[in-house]
């Protein structure tokens, strides 16, 4: 069965700073690989996906994230943070033969001015 | 107008009482989930629909029913509410298989006294 784990309930970064928000995955198959995150009252927003090809993805409000296949991680990585970045967020998986999107338990992020 | 619209946004209801939510898009996507969002426990599927005529059960549907009665409405009901079954319910979209990025709602937060 497929599972995404996020380890970290919450990060604090400094504005300015570099920032991970870390997540780890189980699937079988190839995976596809998801980032969300929510604001306060509002629903998730896609932020990025990989599915194939380049382990460095590019998404939404500068963020990336790294595949990599032998650890099987997804790390959301963004290099300056702001305080807006400071939210709820989602690692999801889904594998490739599925149809179903599971999410990890998600990370809070607080950046600090 | 928002694409993926839910109503009601709150609702607070007493033990047993029947209570459905609904969720509408206009994006014109075939496929539709229910997820509910538990603190800690990140986002879990309840129900999807891939078309009109097709249900699904997620990995927590037991006291939950759907209704897909277009492909724009697919309703979620608690035919006997309880405490346990509250929390924040979001209804999303996606296009189809090679593309599983998902499109959320604003959620509705139902509490069970």
């Known amino acids: 069965a497929q599972s995404v784990a996020q380890p970290e309930d919450q990060v604090n970064v400094a504005e300015g700073n570099p920032l991970t928000v870390k997540c780890t995955y189980s699937?079988?198959?190839?995976?596809?690989l998801f980032w969300y995150v929510q604001y306060p009252n509002r629903g998730l927003q896609f932020l990025l996906k990989?599915?194939?090809?380049?382990?460095l993805v590019k998404g939404s409000y500068g963020f990336e994230a790294e595949f990599n296949k032998s650890q099987t991680s997804f790390h959301l990585k963004k290099p300056s943070a702001l305080v807006s970045d400071s939210a709820l967020y989602f690692c999801?998986?889904?594998?490739?033969?599925?149809?179903?999107?599971?999410f990890g338990a998600g990370t809070r992020l607080f950046v600090k001015a | 107008d928002a694409d993926v619209t839910q109503t009601p946004r709150n609702r607070i209801t007493k033990t047993g009482k029947r209570i459905m939510l609904e969720c509408s898009q206009t994006k014109g996507h075939d496929r539709m989930y229910w997820y509910r969002q538990d603190p800690g426990l990140g986002l879990r599927l309840i129900y999807y629909s891939f078309d009109v005529k097709d249900i699904n059960k997620g990995e927590i549907s037991d006291g939950y029913s759907v209704s897909r009665q277009a492909q724009a409405k697919f309703s979620l009901s608690l035919e006997s509410a309880i405490p346990n079954q509250t929390a924040l319910y979001f209804c999303?979209?996606?296009?189809?298989?090679?593309?599983?990025?998902?499109?959320f709602g604003s959620g509705t937060q139902l509490s069970v006294l």
């Open positions: 699937v079988s198959g190839n995976p596809y």
């Open positions: 990989y599915i194939t090809g380049d382990n």
């Open positions: 999801a998986v889904r594998d490739t033969g599925g149809f179903k999107t599971i």
């Open positions: 999303a979209t996606s296009v189809g298989p090679n593309n599983e990025k998902l499109f």
